[in-house]
């Protein structure tokens, strides 16, 4: 089992920037992407940004420019800088791992808890 916690959600005015962070702890065997989700009120779960293990990025369009994903594989943790904050950025901010527990076996997702990003206008 693999366990995420996040932090560093809070509001934030609009212009402004958060700094998310995500640890990955438990039986860790090969982390091979880490990625942020976000869901608002009234909507589906959508993408924000994921990272693979040989340090790829990828980006909802929404975001592009505003956020960099970063991550410390030694740590197992992977980071989220949103800069240029909208309200528009307003949800919850869910972790997300896809992890394999062994060399040969299937590869399955864990999320985290979720944190709240407020954005205020």
């Known amino acids: 089992q693999v366990q995420l916690v996040e932090s560093g959600g809070g509001l934030v005015q609009a212009g402004g920037s958060l700094r998310l962070s995500c640890a990955a702890s438990g039986r860790i065997f090969n982390i091979r992407s880490m990625g942020w989700y976000r869901q608002a009120p009234g909507k589906q779960r959508e993408v924000v940004a994921t990272i693979s293990s040989g340090g790829s990025t990828n980006y909802a369009d929404p975001v592009k420019g505003r956020f960099t994903i970063s991550r410390d594989s030694p740590k197992n943790t992977v980071y989220l800088q949103m800069n240029s904050l909208k309200p528009e950025d307003t949800a919850v901010y869910y972790c997300?791992?896809?992890?394999?527990?062994?060399?040969?076996?299937?590869?399955?997702?864990?999320w985290g808890q979720g944190t709240q990003v407020t954005v205020s206008s």
């Open positions: 997300n791992a896809v992890h394999k527990a062994s060399l040969l076996g299937p590869a399955s997702d864990y």
